[in-house]
C-alpha cells in the first residue's frame, strides 16, 4: 500500500507545532517575570509533556511508515 501524503504532511506539522510549542515553553521558564516558585514546577512538567508528545508521535510517524512499505 501506498502512503498517504497527506498523513505524512500532518505528523510534521503537528510535530513543527509542538516543538514551536516547547521553545515558547521554554522561553517562558528563563524569563525572570513570568517564572516565579510557582510557576516553574507547571512549566517543566508542560515541556515533558511536550517530550512525551513529541517522542511518540515521531513513533507513530515511523510505524505507518513502516507498515506502508511491508508487502
Request: hydrophobic content about 40%; overall charge negative; glycine content about 2%.
Amino acid at each position: 500500500m501506498a502512503t498517504d501524503e497527506k498523513i505524512l504532511q500532518d505528523f510534521d506539522i503537528y510535530l513543527k507545532q509542538l516543538d514551536q510549542i516547547h521553545n515558547w515553553l521554554n522561553l517562558l521558564y528563563y524569563d525572570t517575570v513570568f517564572s516565579t516558585l510557582f510557576n516553574r514546577p507547571v512549566l517543566s512538567m508542560l515541556m515533558t509533556g511536550c517530550d512525551y508528545l513529541t517522542e511518540n508521535i515521531r513513533l507513530l510517524r515511523i510505524k505507518y511508515l513502516t507498515s506502508k512499505s511491508t508487502p
